[in-house]
């Protein structure tokens, strides 16, 4: 059974940084690609940060060079270090694992989300 659980959210002041992280079980990330996705109150998923399973990445128009997004083979983990957050980052912050490459549509392992709230 495949499991995805973030961790590292919270609450951070404008200006702050932040980092994510997602452990995965039954699943195996260094072979797949991965992301973070983030969906804020009444607006639609949006992909922040993908990591192809041979290192490439593409961000979000928005993150303007602010995040990174990494992985650890070795803890099997997928982390997104956030630097400069602004008020308009504030979402609930999600984990993916591919199951089909590439970041045109939306596939794959999901975990439960962790909050992100930025206050101005």
């Known amino acids: 059974q495949v499991q995805l659980v973030e961790s590292g959210g919270g609450l951070v002041e404008t200006g702050g940084t932040l980092n994510v992280s997602c452990a995965g079980s039954g699943i195996t990330f260094s072979s797949r690609a991965v992301a973070w996705y983030r969906q804020a109150p009444g607006k639609q998923r949006e992909l922040v940060a993908g990591?192809?399973?041979?290192?490439?990445?593409t961000y979000g128009d928005f993150v303007k060079g602010r995040f990174t997004i990494s992985r650890d083979n070795a803890k099997n983990t997928v982390s997104l270090q956030m630097n400069s957050l602004k008020p308009e980052d504030t979402a609930v912050y999600f984990c993916?694992?591919?199951?089909?490459?590439?970041?045109?549509?939306?596939?794959?392992?999901w975990g439960q989300g962790t909050q992100v709230t930025v206050s101005s």
């Open positions: 990591l192809s399973s041979i290192g490439a990445t």
């Open positions: 993916n694992a591919r199951i089909i490459p590439g970041w045109k549509y939306e596939n794959g392992y």
